[in-house]
């Protein structure tokens, strides 16, 4: 593995932490980071992580023993810390020896990162500002990643350069710190490796891989798209605590609107909780990203994407995009 010294020395430790030839992960997408775009990852020498979204603990059992069967490489698997069955999740994670845990959606829960930990399995968590990355890492975080608010789906506010530049002189010396969010190009890789950063983390140039499963109408949305299509969704009502979501514009934004304010008359009404609401706005986005990833409905279905699809042109073989990527990566290093 010669072929990128430059960019192979910088991400030595992100390499070695994750096993694989490249520090570079494909973060989880809900109903797209399957067995097959994730075995095709690891087998292409970067890092796949199973989006268990939604799922049951028996479905991800089997999505685990699929793509395990698919690839001999290390794998990761996403949990959202608010999913009712996070613990059992974890047991699954832990019967099948899952190497690395990654943990969304806020703060791990009580108990979770020793339940996880307790079978040796490796946890990465989210880190949206540089407090509660130090917060993470003393709870027991084995890396972070640090996502910009350019990324596609669920974003924070702050964008991934200004993120680069608070967290990584103050962490990536002694921690692991993967950079997300806007990446479509290897030269975005090296600036951040010769930053500190670990590796990084890409979605959107991903998600129309030969080996995705995404509806062919989903790709052909993406290879259109410029940046400026790939919006935030706007938050109506400020009593919802809502997350904003990054996707291409449709009629299925306009029913995110909808869906808020129905929400709200309920919570007006008493007759659901803060809790309930929330619950609902997020079973509101699984559906809405599964009509579009799935059935191809591209008019109202959620076409989560990132400000980086403007540069997500064909569909190409997982492969070629990660030696695409270490490519340009080092000829960036390689021009210094
Ligand atoms: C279609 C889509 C679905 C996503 N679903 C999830 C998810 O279920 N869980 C999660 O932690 N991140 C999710 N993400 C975020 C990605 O894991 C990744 O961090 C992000 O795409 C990186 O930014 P980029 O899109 O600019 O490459 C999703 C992103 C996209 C584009």
Not at 177 to 186: N, R
Not at 220 to 234: H, L, P, Q, W
Not at 256 to 282: P, Y
Request: charged share 20%; with cysteine; net charge negative.
């Amino acid at each position: 593995m010669t072929a990128f010294p430059k960019t192979l020395a910088l991400m030595q430790r992100g390499a070695e932490f994750l096993g694989t030839d490249y520090a570079i992960m494909c973060g989880a997408m809900s109903w797209v980071s399957e067995r097959g775009l994730v075995s095709a990852i690891s087998n292409g020498g970067g890092f796949g992580v199973i989006a268990c979204g939604a799922m049951t603990p028996d479905l991800l059992d089997a999505e685990i023993a699929a793509t395990k069967v698919l690839t001999d490489k290390p794998f990761g698997v996403n949990l959202i810390t608010m999913h009712p069955d996070l613990f059992e999740l974890i047991e699954v994670c832990a019967k099948h020896e899952v190497t690395h845990v990654v943990l969304a959606g806020g703060l791990p829960p009580k108990g979770s990162v020793e339940a996880i930990k307790a079978k040796g399995a490796k946890l990465i968590c989210f880190a949206p500002m540089l407090a509660l990355g130090k917060k993470l890492l003393r709870s027991g975080a084995d890396a972070l990643v640090i996502e910009g608010n350019e990324a596609g789906g669920h974003i924070g506010p702050v964008a991934t350069s200004v993120l680069a530049q608070e967290i990584l002189p103050e962490l990536a010396e002694d921690n692991l710190v993967f950079v997300a969010g806007g990446i479509g190009k290897g030269d975005m890789i090296a600036a951040y490796l010769e930053m500190g950063a670990a590796g990084v983390q890409l979605g959107t140039r991903f998600a129309c891989a030969t080996e995705s499963i995404a509806h062919p109408d989903f790709k052909k949305a993406f290879f259109r798209a410029n940046a400026r299509d790939a919006v935030a969704s706007v938050q109506l009502d400020p009593r919802l605590p809502v997350i904003p979501v990054r996707a291409l514009k449709n009629k299925g934004t306009e029913e995110f609107t909808a869906k808020q304010r129905e929400v709200g008359l309920l919570l007006d009404q008493g007759s659901v909780d803060m809790n309930e609401a929330q619950l609902r706005i997020e079973h509101f986005w699984a559906g809405a990203l599964r009509r579009a990833v799935i059935d191809g409905d591209v008019e109202n279905g959620s076409l989560m994407a990132g400000q980086s699809v403007g540069m997500v042109k064909t569909e190409e073989p997982v492969a070629d995009i990660i030696q695409a990527l270490m490519a340009e990566s080092e000829e960036a290093l390689s021009g210094r």
